[in-house]
C-alpha cells in the first residue's frame, strides 16, 4: 500500500471524558477534512490493532491522565513512542499534554486531588505543572475560564497561514509547562504563553501549549483547549461567570480556529483552507423503479404509522421519520415552519436553542439555516427526519440536484436487462435518498420496524454522511464525491452449509470491482484489487510510470464495506454499507482519478450506483445457487494476497505464506514456513472478526 497515512485517532479509552473527546472529534473533522478520517480510538485497539501505518495523528484528549497511565502503560506507551519516533504526530491536550511530558504534577500537595508522579512517554523533557489556574473542580465548571494566550508567531512563520497575535482559549484545569525556555537545546518550541498571573510556579517563562521534535516525529502539549469552540459550551451553571466566557471565547473564535490550523501543520498535516462545517439534514426521498410498487408498499405501513399533533410519524427503534406524500393524504408542515424548526431546536444544546428561539419569534433577522457549523454538536438521532414518498412521480432535478434519480433508474433498467435479463429481480428497485443524511447503514439497520416493511434490495444512499460508519464502530464524516450506500437481503438460514453468510462481504467486494469494471466499455482496464476481506484499493495513480500493478505497496484504499446481520424467522437480515471514492480524491484518490489516467470518461454516481447493485444481485443469485466456490478463481483474480508472507505475531512471530480462503467459511489460511521460508506443513485458519491485519507490512495478529 502506498505510504499515505489519512487516519487522526482520538483517544477515547479509560481516562478521557466523553466531552473531551466530542469536542476533538467535532473540531477536528473541520479543520483537517476531507484530507484525513477523523475517528476515535479505543484503549484496547491502541494496544492491539495495527493503527500505526495509517495513523497521520495520535490525538490525547482532555480527561484525567491517570486513567491514561492505567490502560496504556508498558505496550501502549511503548507503541505510542515507536510511532511517534518513527514520524507519527502527537497531539496531547490538557491531560493529554501532562501525560505526554517527563513528569506530572497536578495539584501537589491538596489532599483528594494530588497527582504526582514520572510519566513514560516523556515527550516533553520536564515537568507539567498545574493547576495554572485556581478552582478546577472534576466534572464541573467552576474553575473554567477563557485564558488569554499570547502567541509566539516566529515558531509557527514556516507553516504558512494566518497566525494570530493573541486569542483566548477555553481553560479547565490544565498545566504549565514548567522551565520550557530551558530546553530549546532539546528541541522544544514555545507556540503560545499564558499572559496572565498562575497560580503555580512555572519557571523560566509561562508555557501553555509547546512543540518538540521527537526523533523523526513531532508532538504538540497543549495546557488550555483550544479545540473547544465556544458554540459548544452550552453548561456552566456552578460557575456565574460562564455566559462572560462563551462570549469572550465566541469573540476569539476565529483567532483559535487560526491558532489550531497552524500547530497541526507545525505536526505535518494539511488543514483544510475552509471551515469543513456539517450541513443539517435534509429530506429523504423513496422512490421505486417501477412506480406501481409505491402504494403497496405505502400501504403495508399502516400498523407502524402513529398520527401525532397532526404528523403522520414512524417511530423506529433509532430514528423517528416524519411521512410525507406526493398525493397525500399524509401531510406536513412547510420545512421552515416554527413546529419543524422547534423540532431541530429540542436536540440542539442550550445555546443554540436560544438562537433558534429567537429566529422564531422574531428577535433576530437571521433567516440563514441552522448548519452544524453554527450550532455545534448535534444530537442526530432526536432530529425528526422527514421522509417524502414520491407516489406520483420521481424526484426531478430541483429536489434533489446532486442526485439524478432518472439517470440512476434508467441506468438500473439498462444494467439488468444486460446481465439479469428480468428487469423485476429486485436489488436497487427501491431507493432511499438523502442529500444530508446520518448514515445509510443506521437508517436501514437501526430502525427494525421500518426495515421489516421494506423489500429485499432496498438501497439507501446519500451525497454527505455526517455519521458515517466503518468496523468497530468507528464514525465519520463522509464527504461529497464518494460513493455511499447501503442494500439490504435476507439470506435464508438454510443456505447455511451450502452459502453461508460470511460470504456476503466477499460478494460485496467483488460486487464492487465487477461493478467498476461493467460500467462501460473499457473501464476493465482500470486496476482495481480487494484487501481481505472489505476494503477496495487502486493503483496510486499519483505514482504515474512508478506505480507497479503487481506490487500491493503500489496500491491505496479508496473502499470500504460493512456488513451488519441479525436473525429472525428463519432469515439472516444484511445490511451491506459500501463506500467508494468517486470524485473525491482526498484523502487517498478516486475513481476518477484513475479514469483521467486512463484516458476514459469520468464515472457518474448515478451509473455507477447502478453498475453495482445489479452486479451484487448477480453474484448473489449464483451465490444461492452454487456457493462461493465457483467464484473463488475470480476472487482471487482481484486479490492483493497471493503468496503473500506475513508474520503471525500469536503464534511468536514465525513466518507463513497466505494461501487464500476455504471455500466453506471464508477462513484465511496461512502455511508457516521454515527454513528458507519451506512449508512445514502447519497451516492456521483464520476468521475476519477475530483477527487484525497489518497485511502491507507483513503482520498478522489474533485480537483477543
Same mark, same amino acid.
Given at each position: 500500500?502506498a ?9 477515547s479509552?479509560?481516562?478521557s471524558?466523553?466531552e ?7 473540531s ?8 484525513y478520517?477523523v475517528?476515535p480510538i479505543?484503549?484496547?485497539s491502541v494496544?492491539?490493532?495495527?493503527w +500505526?501505518?495509517?495513523?497521520?495523528l495520535f490525538?490525547?484528549p #482532555?480527561? *484525567?491522565? %491517570?486513567? /491514561?497511565?492505567?490502560?496504556?502503560? @508498558?505496550?501502549g506507551?511503548r507503541?505510542i ?5 518513527k514520524?507519527?504526530a502527537?497531539?496531547?491536550?490538557c491531560?493529554?499534554g501532562?501525560?505526554?511530558?517527563k513528569r506530572?504534577?497536578?495539584?501537589a500537595?491538596?489532599?483528594?486531588m ?8 516523556g515527550?516533553?523533557?520536564g515537568i507539567c ?5 485556581p478552582?478546577?473542580?472534576?466534572h464541573s465548571e ?6 488569554e ?5 516566529e ?7 494566518a497566525?494570530?497575535?493573541?486569542f483566548?482559549?477555553?481553560?479547565n ?11 530549546k ?9 499564558? +499572559?496572565?498571573?498562575?497560580h503555580?510556579?512555572?519557571?523560566? #517563562?509561562? *508555557?501553555a %501549549?509547546? /512543540?518538540?521534535?521527537?526523533?523523526e @516525529?513531532?508532538v504538540?502539549l497543549t ?7 465556544a ?9 456565574p ?8 471565547l465566541?469573540?476569539d473564535d ?5 491558532f489550531?490550523?497552524a500547530?497541526?501543520?507545525?505536526l ?10 456539517v450541513?443539517?439534514?435534509s429530506?429523504?426521498?423513496?422512490s421505486?423503479?417501477e412506480?406501481?410498487?409505491?402504494s403497496?408498499l405505502v400501504s403495508?405501513w399502516?400498523?407502524i404509522v402513529?398520527?401525532v399533533?397532526g404528523?403522520?410519524?414512524?417511530k ?7 411521512l410525507?406524500?406526493q ?10 415552519s +416554527?413546529i ?7 436536540a440542539?444544546?442550550t445555546? %443554540?436553542?436560544?438562537?433558534v428561539t429567537?429566529?422564531?419569534t422574531g428577535?433576530s433577522d ?14 442526530y ?7 417524502l ?7 426531478d432535478?430541483?429536489?434533489t440536484p ?7 433508474f434508467a441506468?438500473l433498467a439498462h444494467?439488468?436487462k444486460?446481465?439479469?435479463h428480468?428487469?423485476?429481480e429486485t ?19 437501526k ?10 434490495g432496498?438501497?439507501?444512499t ?8 466503518g468496523r468497530?464502530?468507528?464514525?465519520w ?22 452459502a453461508p453468510?460470511?460470504f456476503?462481504?466477499?460478494l460485496?467486494?467483488l ?10 466499455r473499457n ?13 477496495i484499493?487502486a493503483l ?21 464495506i460493512?456488513v451488519?446481520s441479525s436473525?429472525a ?18 484523502p487517498t484518490?478516486?475513481?476518477n482519478a484513475?479514469?483521467?489516467?486512463a484516458n ?5 454516481l448515478e451509473?455507477l450506483?447502478a453498475s453495482i447493485?445489479v ?8 451465490f ?5 466456490s465457483p ?5 482471487y ?9 506475513v508474520?503471525l ?6 513466518r507463513?505464506?497466505i494461501?487464500g480462503?476455504?471455500?466453506d467459511w471464508?477462513l484465511?489460511v496461512?502455511?508457516e ?5 519451506r512449508p ?9 472478526d ?8 507483513g ?5 483477543v
Amino acid at each position: 500500500m502506498a505510504d499515505k497515512r489519512v487516519n487522526v485517532l482520538v483517544y477515547s479509552g479509560n481516562g478521557s471524558t466523553v466531552e473531551s473527546v466530542r469536542h476533538c472529534l467535532w473540531s477536528l473533522r473541520r479543520l483537517l477534512g476531507p484530507n484525513y478520517a477523523v475517528i476515535p480510538i479505543t484503549g484496547e485497539s491502541v494496544l492491539k490493532e495495527p493503527w +500505526t501505518a495509517s495513523c497521520a495523528l495520535f490525538v490525547m484528549p #482532555g480527561g *484525567a491522565d %491517570v486513567g /491514561y497511565c492505567r490502560t496504556l502503560n @508498558g505496550e501502549g506507551n511503548r507503541k505510542i513512542s515507536a510511532y511517534v519516533n518513527k514520524g507519527g504526530a502527537y497531539l496531547g491536550l490538557c491531560a493529554g499534554g501532562y501525560y505526554a511530558c517527563k513528569r506530572c504534577e497536578f495539584e501537589a500537595g491538596k489532599k483528594g486531588m494530588e497527582v504526582c508522579g514520572d510519566r513514560e512517554l516523556g515527550f516533553y523533557p520536564g515537568i507539567c505543572r498545574g493547576l495554572a489556574f485556581p478552582g478546577f473542580v472534576y466534572h464541573s465548571e467552576a474553575g473554567a475560564r477563557a485564558a488569554e494566550l499570547s502567541v509566539n508567531k516566529e515558531a509557527l512563520s514556516t507553516v504558512g497561514g494566518a497566525v494570530p497575535e493573541t486569542f483566548r482559549s477555553y481553560y479547565n484545569g490544565g498545566g504549565v509547562f514548567v522551565d520550557a525556555e530551558k530546553y530549546k537545546d532539546q528541541g522544544v518550541q514555545v507556540l503560545a504563553s499564558y +499572559t496572565e498571573r498562575l497560580h503555580v510556579e512555572s519557571g523560566e #517563562g509561562t *508555557a501553555a %501549549v509547546v /512543540y518538540r521534535k521527537v526523533g523523526e @516525529g513531532s508532538v504538540v502539549l497543549t495546557g488550555p483547549h483550544p479545540e473547544f469552540a465556544a458554540v459548544n459550551l452550552t453548561k456552566g451553571g456552578d460557575n456565574p461567570a460562564y455566559p462572560r466566557i462563551v462570549e469572550a471565547l465566541a469573540t476569539d473564535d476565529k483567532q483559535r480556529v487560526d491558532f489550531m490550523k497552524a500547530c497541526l501543520a507545525k505536526l505535518g498535516l494539511t488543514p483544510s483552507q475552509d471551515d469543513q462545517g456539517v450541513p443539517s439534514l435534509s429530506r429523504l426521498h423513496l422512490s421505486t423503479l417501477e412506480s406501481s410498487e409505491i402504494s403497496d408498499l405505502v400501504s403495508s405501513w399502516s400498523d407502524i404509522v402513529e398520527e401525532v399533533d397532526g404528523e403522520s410519524l414512524i417511530k423506529g427503534e433509532n430514528d423517528t421519520f416524519q411521512l410525507e406524500k406526493q398525493s397525500g393524504p399524509w401531510k406536513s408542515p412547510e420545512p421552515t415552519s +416554527t413546529i419543524g424548526l422547534q423540532k431541530v431546536a429540542d436536540a440542539l444544546p442550550t445555546v %443554540v436553542k436560544d438562537i433558534v428561539t429567537d429566529a422564531l419569534t422574531g428577535t433576530s433577522d437571521s433567516t440563514k439555516p441552522v448548519t452544524e457549523t453554527d450550532a455545534g454538536i448535534v444530537d442526530y438521532d432526536k432530529i425528526t427526519k422527514k421522509l417524502l414518498v414520491h407516489d406520483t412521480s420521481l424526484p426531478d432535478t430541483k429536489q434533489t440536484p446532486y442526485f439524478n434519480h432518472h439517470a440512476y433508474f434508467a441506468n438500473l433498467a439498462h444494467y439488468k436487462k444486460r446481465h439479469l435479463h428480468d428487469i423485476s429481480e429486485t436489488f436497487g428497485n427501491v431507493l432511499l435518498y438523502g442529500e444530508v443524511v446520518t448514515s445509510t447503514n443506521t437508517l436501514l439497520e437501526k430502525n427494525p420496524k421500518l426495515l421489516e416493511k421494506l423489500p429485499v434490495g432496498t438501497t439507501a444512499t446519500a451525497t454527505t454522511q455526517v455519521a458515517g460508519r466503518g468496523r468497530g464502530n468507528n464514525v465519520w464524516v463522509s464527504p461529497p464525491g464518494s460513493l455511499m450506500f447501503s442494500t439490504m437481503l435476507r439470506h435464508p438460514i438454510s443456505l447455511s452449509t451450502t452459502a453461508p453468510v460470511v460470504f456476503i462481504q466477499y460478494l460485496a467486494a467483488l460486487a464492487i470491482v465487477n461493478g467498476i469494471h461493467t460500467y462501460d466499455r473499457n473501464y476493465s482496464l482500470l486496476p482495481i484489487k480487494l484487501k481481505w476481506p472489505n476494503d477496495i484499493y487502486a493503483l496510486d495513480p499519483s505514482k504515474g510510470k512508478n506505480a507497479n500493478p503487481n506490487d500491493p505497496k503500489s496500491y491505496v484504499k479508496i473502499g470500504g464495506i460493512l456488513v451488519n446481520s441479525s436473525y429472525a424467522g428463519g432469515d439472516y437480515t444484511c445490511i451491506c454499507g459500501i463506500g467508494i471514492n468517486v470524485s473525491n480524491t482526498a484523502p487517498t484518490t478516486s475513481l476518477n482519478a484513475l479514469c483521467s489516467a486512463a484516458n476514459l470518461a469520468p464515472m457518474t454516481l448515478e451509473k455507477l450506483l447502478a453498475s453495482i447493485v445489479v452486479s451484487f444481485e448477480s453474484l448473489y443469485l449464483r451465490f444461492c445457487n452454487s456457493g462461493f466456490s465457483p467464484l473463488l478463481d475470480v476472487y482471487y483474480k482481484y486479490w492483493l494476497h497471493g503468496g503473500q508472507i506475513v508474520t503471525l505475531e500469536q503464534e511468536g512471530g514465525v513466518r507463513a505464506r497466505i494461501k487464500g480462503i476455504t471455500a466453506d467459511w471464508g477462513l484465511l489460511v496461512a502455511e508457516e514456513l521454515g527454513w528458507e521460508d519451506r512449508p512445514t506443513g502447519k497451516k492456521w485458519e483464520l476468521q475476519s472478526d477475530s483477527n487484525s491485519f497489518d497485511f502491507f507490512r507483513g503482520l498478522l495478529k489474533r485480537k483477543v
